[in-house]
Each structure stands twice: as structure tokens, then as C-alpha cells.
């Protein structure tokens, strides 16, 4: 039965066994728990304390495990917990793994995209994020919404402007098309707003220069 005290309960072995020092253990742990939570929204709720768990298990078994965690995190952001699962997705997506990272791009924009009305900058800065590190896993249609929703709302302008100038000084954020193209964009309407000193206006010509070489 899914009420809560049996869905506490559940959730209190479940965490017993993803505490455990047998790998055995922890997997079958992870699997009771994204099998429960596919089916039953409501173990959220009892699962979402747990995240760290869930994380901390991430990167040492199998690339099945690492799908499972990633689409656990997932589920799990329909909690308070959200903002502190989606810095632990980021972190995964940072050891940019190619056959883990399609799926954490996908899932991070969608989460994005959800609080996109509740709190622009916060979009803006998880898209931005994704963009520097995996952006060639960035649908162009993700790019697009991301553009226009900055370009329309001149409260996130300057906010957007100056996380993008800041990752330009990161090679590394050169390494997709999509940055490049979001950022070219971006900075030429919007560059003006973080441009308030030489040493500044310098790295953002800088930056968009490098940017436009990619297009």
C-alpha cells in the first residue's frame, strides 16, 4: 500500500541499503527506489532528503547505475530540494562524460525551462551552465527559447550578460557551436550592460570576437 507511513518506511530501508557497504546492496537499493518512484509521484516527498545518497553513489558502478541516479535526481526535483539536486546534476555533467551527458543535458533544460516563469534568472543560469560545458548536446531549439527569453526580458539582461562574459574567460566554454551562437547574440544587444570598466570591455570584445570565429 502507498500510504505514507508505508512509503516512509520503505524509503527508510531503502536508504539503509544505499548506506551500506556492499556494492550489491547499494544497486539494489537504487533500483528499488527508480523503480517506486516511476510509478508512485508520491515518494517523492520521503525520497527528497535522501538525495545526497543518491549522488554520492554516482560515477561507481555501472553506466546503467549512472542512468538510473541521473533520472532519479530527475524525479526528485519536484521537492524543496530542487535547486541543491540541479547543482548536483551540474556536477555530473562537469566530468563530461559522453555517454552520460545527452541525457543530464536533456534533463537539465527541462528543469530549466519548468522554473522559467517562477524565476528567469535562475533559467538563465542553468542554461548558460549547460551551454559552456556540454553545449554541443543543446538542441537548437533549447538555444533559440533561451536567446529570446533574454532578449525580451531586460531585468535578466545584465545578469544573463555578465555570467556569459565570465565563462568567456574559459577556454573550455569555446568548445560548442551553441555557446558560441548564444553568447555572439547575447553580448552584441546586451554587452553594454557589463561593459563598465577597460579590463571589462576588454575580455567581452575579446569574447565576442572568439564567439563569432565559431559561426
Same mark, same amino acid.
Given at each position: *500500500?502507498?500510504?505514507?507511513?508505508?512509503?516512509?518506511?520503505?524509503?527508510?530501508?531503502?536508504?539503509?541499503?544505499?548506506?551500506?557497504?556492499?556494492?550489491?546492496? &547499494?544497486? *539494489?537499493? *537504487?533500483?528499488?527506489?527508480?523503480?517506486?518512484?516511476?510509478?508512485?509521484?508520491?515518494?517523492?516527498?520521503?525520497?527528497?532528503?535522501?538525495?545526497?545518497?543518491?549522488?554520492?553513489?554516482?560515477?561507481?558502478?555501472?553506466?546503467?547505475?549512472?542512468?538510473?541516479?541521473?533520472?532519479?535526481?530527475? !524525479?526528485?526535483?519536484?521537492?524543496?530540494?530542487?535547486?541543491?539536486?540541479?547543482?548536483?546534476?551540474?556536477?555530473?555533467?562537469?566530468?563530461?562524460?559522453?555517454?552520460?551527458?545527452?541525457?543530464?543535458?536533456?534533463?537539465?533544460?527541462?528543469?530549466?525551462?519548468?522554473?522559467?516563469?517562477?524565476?528567469? #534568472? !535562475?533559467?538563465?543560469?542553468?542554461?548558460?551552465?549547460?551551454? /559552456?560545458?556540454?553545449?554541443?548536446?543543446?538542441?537548437?531549439?533549447?538555444?533559440? &527559447?533561451?536567446? #529570446?527569453?533574454?532578449?525580451?526580458?531586460?531585468?535578466? #539582461?545584465?545578469?544573463?550578460?555578465? *555570467?556569459?562574459?565570465?565563462?568567456?574567460?574559459?577556454?573550455?566554454?569555446?568548445? /560548442?557551436?551553441?555557446?558560441?551562437?548564444?553568447?555572439?547574440? &547575447?553580448?552584441?544587444?546586451?554587452? /553594454?550592460?557589463?561593459?563598465?570598466?577597460?579590463?571589462?570591455?576588454?575580455?567581452?570584445?575579446?569574447?565576442?570576437?572568439?564567439?563569432?570565429?565559431?559561426?
Amino acid at each position: *500500500l502507498n500510504t505514507p507511513d508505508a512509503l516512509k518506511q520503505t524509503m527508510f530501508l531503502i536508504s539503509e541499503f544505499m548506506g551500506a557497504n556492499s556494492g550489491s546492496l &547499494v544497486l *539494489l537499493g *537504487l533500483e528499488k527506489l527508480h523503480s517506486i518512484l516511476r510509478s508512485c509521484p508520491d515518494m517523492v516527498l520521503f525520497a527528497a532528503p535522501h538525495f545526497k545518497k543518491v549522488l554520492t553513489v554516482a560515477g561507481l558502478y555501472s553506466k546503467t547505475a549512472d542512468v538510473k541516479i541521473v533520472e532519479i535526481l530527475f !524525479w526528485l526535483c519536484a521537492s524543496d530540494s530542487t535547486n541543491e539536486i540541479v547543482q548536483g546534476l551540474l556536477g555530473m555533467l562537469g566530468k563530461r562524460d559522453p555517454e552520460l551527458a545527452p541525457l543530464i543535458c536533456e534533463r537539465l533544460l527541462i528543469l530549466a525551462e519548468r522554473g522559467m516563469e517562477a524565476n528567469a #534568472q !535562475w533559467y538563465s543560469e542553468i542554461v548558460i551552465r549547460v551551454l /559552456s560545458i556540454s553545449g554541443n548536446f543543446v538542441p537548437d531549439s533549447n538555444v533559440r &527559447v533561451f536567446i #529570446q527569453t533574454v532578449l525580451g526580458d531586460r531585468f535578466i #539582461q545584465p545578469f544573463a550578460a555578465k *555570467l556569459l562574459t565570465q565563462f568567456g574567460c574559459d577556454p573550455s566554454s569555446y568548445s /560548442s557551436d551553441s555557446y558560441a551562437l548564444a553568447s555572439a547574440l &547575447v553580448l552584441r544587444h546586451c554587452g /553594454s550592460l557589463v561593459a563598465e570598466d577597460p579590463g571589462t570591455r576588454f575580455v567581452l570584445f575579446l569574447h565576442f570576437v572568439r564567439s563569432l570565429t565559431r559561426l
